[in-house]
Each structure stands twice: as C-alpha cells, then as structure tokens.
Nanobody, 116 residues
Framework: QVQLVESGGGLVQPGGSLRLSCAAS????????MGWYRQAPGKERELVAA???????NYADSVKGRFTITRDNAKNTVYLQLNSMKPEDTAKYYC??????????WGQGTQVTVSS
C-alpha cells in the first residue's frame, strides 16, 4: 500500500509564499506521475500541477507563473512552491501518485488558507 503524507500548509497573507511537500512511502523512481490537486469548500477537486518521472510539468491556468512543482526522487518527495498567493488559492491541497498501471493513490491533504 502506498502512503502519501503532505505537509507545509498553513495560513499566509495575500502575496505570501508556502512550500508544500508530499513524501511517498515507496521509491518514486519508477515511471509515474505525481500531482497536486486542491479542493475548496463547495467546489470540485481540481488539478493544480503535475510532474512526470522525466520532469515534464503541467499547470492549471490559474496558477501558471506563480506555482512550481518539483520532485526529488532520491527523497521520494514532490514539492509545490506557492508564490504570490491569492485568497482564491485557499483550499485543501492533496498529493496524488498515479502508477504505471493507472492506479492512483491520494494523501490526506493539507489546508492552505490565504487571508489578511
């Protein structure tokens, strides 16, 4: 069973920054996609950013130029750097691992709140 543990969430003022981390319980050297999703109250979960094992990235239009996803395969960890944050970035952020057979695993999420 794959376990994903997110950390780094919290309260930040508009314009501020956070770095989220997602640690996987297995080696992530194998070919897979790691992604960050978010879900705000009353809204559907949406993709924020994803990164392949080869380092190719994909971002939601709403976060392009502000958020950066990276991965450290040696540490089995994927990161999401959140800069120039806005109140609309407030949500619970989830990490997702999609294996080569298409099976996905989710973390428990970490809350991010942007407010003055």
């Amino acid at each position: 069973q794959v376990q994903l543990v997110e950390s780094g969430g919290g309260l930040v003022q508009p314009g501020g920054s956070l770095r989220l981390s997602c640690a996987a319980s297995i080696s992530i050297f194998s070919r897979n996609v790691m992604g960050w999703y978010r879900q705000a109250p009353g809204k559907e979960r949406e993709l924020v950013a994803a990164i392949t094992s080869g380092g190719n990235t994909n971002y939601a239009d709403s976060v392009k130029g502000r958020f950066t996803i990276t991965r450290d395969n040696a540490k089995n960890t994927v990161y999401l750097q959140l800069n120039s944050m806005k109140p609309e970035d407030t949500a619970k952020y989830y990490c997702r691992l999609t294996a080569t057979n298409g099976v996905s695993f989710w973390g428990q999420g970490t809350q991010v709140t942007v407010s003055s």
